[in-house]
């Protein structure tokens, strides 16, 4: 796991040798947290082409490792993020060719097969995370490739003749051939999702690389690209090829091939430990890291004072039965707090999954133990995990049969009753029967109510802001959600659901969120489940093997059941929270004030809206936690890159 980042310019922007190399230096200081190990620069003078590589050394430690690297025959440079676990089978292939190695690690692999195979058949040919920059000093081509889900980042830029790349963004703000600019229509997007969806960015001009997805550069030219790898052509195949065994076959099936997806991620030559929470997910990977024999499995968690949020005790459980050298840190609001004020730095642009504290403060536990650290990240998608799969169905069913107009009445009628209103009615039901916020969850239900389809309803169910109300003027741009043709390869809800969830929220919140906190502390963070031969295998499950009789994840679990047994795993889901509502009435109160005071001076943000709905929170007559999170991280973000 690495930093990577670099450029071509023309004549007009290449200046001399020392202003490129002096450019090259600083973008390279920028990414110092991704790889304490090493860095260097290379360049080729007449092109006007830089290579920058921060190393965080995991394979292969000895200079033989180096980046950028120059392939055997002087053709080719390379600068390399990530780690590829089929190295040593390519490696074999490629010395029964004759082709020798300097030394032993993955970097100098994927060059040679470049060497011998070309970009392409190299790339299908990767197991692993990876993001990398090629230079072809023969044809004066640059090409950048990204992993096949998005777990490893790459950002680009072209303005005019000058083209740009990094690992994140602050790389890029480092070259004066670029003023930052924010896109209005990016931060509608933000709203609506607490992330910034591909391939877009926060900046005008400025593009995430998606998922699967080569691109090149000629010489003198626009970047073209290509699909190595589809996510939509491997879900519509694997539907269209089901299996058709039974469980104790796909079970036989799954486990054979998680194992070898965990043993592969076990390669290291540092320590290497595994995030446990004691959920399924990361239980599953723990269990089969330790059946592998490979000596004894570092675990760790943290635990919250909270008790509603507290996962800890869950992990401890399945830590002693699995014998795991197990580290647990309790974490008090103060310590989780005092990480705020680092995100908008870590992430670099505008980013609101909350459990992105939780998940910098785990990483910088881990990293005074271990190197490297498996995750359970991933599983939701592939086997049907998150609660919203179940409650849309439920919906759509109770909807189905209600003409459009009854559903509008009952919403208006719904609304028509204020929260505070809804709650004192609600105090006439027994305590036992009455949930919290009984009016702010009947307003968010009259909200799915006003639904037009199925799609609405998840598209409602996975939105924050409507982006219309709080950023006027802002063109929100389409992407996947709302691309028609999605339900005629999925006509299925859920797989439906699970399709857009692998392409939008899995690469641009979960892996951005675990890439950014885990590479804050240089520890690198592995994630078995998304093997793609996995998401390949799990397209072809019935959908009985994904949810049964209300138990999601039915096919992971019976798994699990085999190393673990049912009564550690079987609880509600939690997932990786805070009590972020609470914090933004208490002691974030004065920092979240002092940044919705910021609001006018964007131009961007309805202030009047956001400050009634702030004091909707703080007086409890709804719990805004999530959209309020969304403007804070947005302003936060604007004070610290100044924009």
């Not at 029964?96 to 097969?113: M, P, Q, W, Y």
Request: hydrophobic letters at 45%.
């Amino acid at each position: 796991m690495c930093g990577i980042a670099g450029f071509v310019a023309d004549s007009a922007h290449r200046a001399s040798l020392d202003q490129i190399e002096k450019i090259a230096r600083a973008m390279d200081v920028s990414l110092a947290h991704r790889g304490p190990d090493g860095h260097d620069v290379w360049i080729d003078p007449e092109a006007g082409a830089a290579l920058i590589h921060r190393r965080l050394a995991v394979v292969d430690l000895s200079p033989a490792g180096h980046q950028p690297m120059t392939s055997a025959n002087g053709r080719f440079v390379i600068t390399y993020n990530g780690e590829v676990y089929s190295h040593l089978e390519i490696r074999a292939q490629l010395e029964a060719k004759g082709v020798r190695f300097r030394g032993h690690s993955d970097t100098e692999v994927i060059l040679e097969s470049i060497a011998q195979h070309g970009m392409s058949a190299t790339a299908k040919r990767l197991i692993g995370m990876f993001a990398l920059a090629v230079w072809d000093r023969q044809e004066r081509t640059l090409t950048l490739v990204r992993d096949r889900v998005g777990i490893k980042p790459v950002y680009w830029a072209k303005f005019a003749d000058l083209f740009m790349f990094g690992s994140e963004l602050k790389a890029l703000r480092e070259h004066p051939g670029w003023i930052p600019r924010i896109k209005p229509g990016a931060v509608a997007a933000f709203m609506r999702h607490g992330y910034v969806p591909a391939p877009h960015t926060i900046y005008e001009g400025v593009w995430k690389l998606e998922p699967g997805t080569i691109l090149t550069l000629p010489f003198s030219g626009e970047p073209r690209f290509e699909k190595f790898w589809d996510a939509r052509n491997v879900a519509v195949s694997g539907l269209q090829n089901p299996l058709h065994e039974d469980d104790a076959a796909l079970t036989d099936r799954m486990e054979a091939l998680l194992t070898d997806a965990v043993g592969k991620r076990m390669m290291a030559d540092v320590p290497l430990g595994a995030f446990l929470s004691g959920g399924v997910d990361s239980s599953l990977v723990v269990a089969l890291m330790k059946a592998a024999n490979a000596g004894p499995v570092k675990t760790f968690s943290i635990g919250f004072e909270d008790l509603d949020y507290n996962e800890a005790p869950y992990a401890s459980v399945i830590a002693r039965h699995l014998g795991t050298e197990h580290t647990e840190l309790t974490v008090t609001a103060r310590e989780a707090m005092d990480a705020i004020p680092r995100l908008a730095e870590m992430y670099d642009e505008p980013f609101a999954d909350s459990s992105q504290i939780p998940t910098y403060l785990v990483s910088a536990m881990t990293r005074k133990y271990v190197t490297v650290a498996l995750s359970g990240d991933g599983g939701d998608e592939l086997f049907a995990g998150y609660n919203r799969y179940q409650v849309a169905s439920r919906f759509q069913r109770a909807l189905s049969p209600m003409p459009q107009a009854v559903r509008e009445t009952v919403a208006a009628g719904i609304t028509a009753v204020s929260t505070d209103n809804w709650d004192r009615l609600g105090r006439a039901l027994p305590r036992n029967l009455l949930p919290p916020l009984l009016g702010d969850k009947l307003h968010k239900a009259a909200k799915v109510l006003k639904s037009q389809d199925a799609d609405d309803i998840y598209r409602r169910l996975v939105s924050h802001w409507e982006p219309d109300e709080v950023v006027p003027g802002g063109s929100e741009p389409r992407g996947p959600l709302w691309d028609a043709s999605v339900s005629g390869d999925f006509p299925h809800l859920l797989d439906r659901m699970q399709y857009l969830d692998l392409v939008t929220y899995l690469p641009d919140d979960i892996l951005t969120k675990v890439d950014r906190a885990s590479m804050a502390v240089a520890l690198e963070a592995r994630v078995p489940l998304l093997d793609h031969r996995v998401i390949e295998l799990a397209w072809r499950l019935p959908h009985s093997a994904r949810i049964r009789g209300g138990t999601t994840k039915w096919l992971a679990r019976q798994v699990l059941y085999r190393h673990v047994p049912r009564q550690l795993i079987e609880r509600p889901k939690m997932g990786f929270g805070i009590p972020l509502g609470d914090w933004l009435k208490g002691p974030l109160r004065e920092w979240a004030e002092s940044l919705l005071s910021r609001i006018d001076g964007s131009g961007l943000i309805d202030a009047g809206l956001v400050r009634g709905r702030w004091q909707e929170h703080l007086a409890g007559r709804r719990n805004w936690q999530y959209l309020l999170w969304d403007v804070l991280m947005f302003e936060a973000w604007r004070e610290r890159w100044d924009c």
